[in-house]
Every structure is written in C-alpha cells, then in structure tokens.
C-alpha cells in the first residue's frame, strides 16, 4: 500500500490523502529535488575532503531549503485541511495542528 492506495487501486479508508493541483505538486517536487541536489552536494564535499566550515554552510543552506519547503506546505495545509475542517465544524485538524506547530517548535 503507498499514499493511502491500495494494490488494487482503491483508496483505503484508514489513510489519509491530500489531494494536491499540479502546480502544488510540481512546486514541491522541484523544491525537494533542489534539496536533494544540496545533500548530495554535501556528500560530495565530505568525500573530497572539503573544509568543515564550507560543508557546515552547505548543511545550513540545505536547513533553510527545509524550512522553506516546510513552510509552503504548512501554508497549504491550514489553507486546505484545516480551514475545511473549521468549515465543516470540526476541530480535529486544528488540534493536530497545535500538536504539530508544538513539535516543529522544539
């Protein structure tokens, strides 16, 4: 099972999914892959012997990409999720999100 599909195809009814746009999608993927590019760039560096302070910069750049990546989606939650959930009368996202802002904020 991967993203709350099942092998045959269906959608299983105790995951959770989140419908993306392709904008969204490609905008999260090309910022992943960026991020992916800057770790691998990390290694390379570590391998070819680099000085630690240009590696610990390289290390700090790629935080920053999380973050901003984390941002982004964070956005796109409460914006989606959370203010569907408040909608609907519900207050199950809103604690999940205090939950979560409690952990990123350690």
Do not use: W
Request: proline share 1%; charged share 35%; hydrophobic share 35%.
């Amino acid at each position: 099972m991967t993203g709350g599909i099942t092998m045959a195809g269906k959608k299983c009814p105790h995951c959770r999914t989140k419908e993306r746009s392709e904008e969204e999608i490609k905008d999260l993927i090309t910022r992943l892959n960026r991020i992916e590019g800057q770790i691998r760039g990390i290694r390379k560096m570590v391998e070819e012997d680099a000085y630690c302070v240009d590696v610990l910069t390289q290390v700090s750049a790629a935080k920053c990409s999380l973050n901003s990546f984390s941002k982004v989606l964070l956005g796109s939650h409460i914006r989606t999720c959370v203010a569907e959930d408040i909608r609907n009368g519900s207050e199950e996202k809103t604690e999940e999100l205090v939950e979560l802002l409690q952990k990123l904020m350690k």
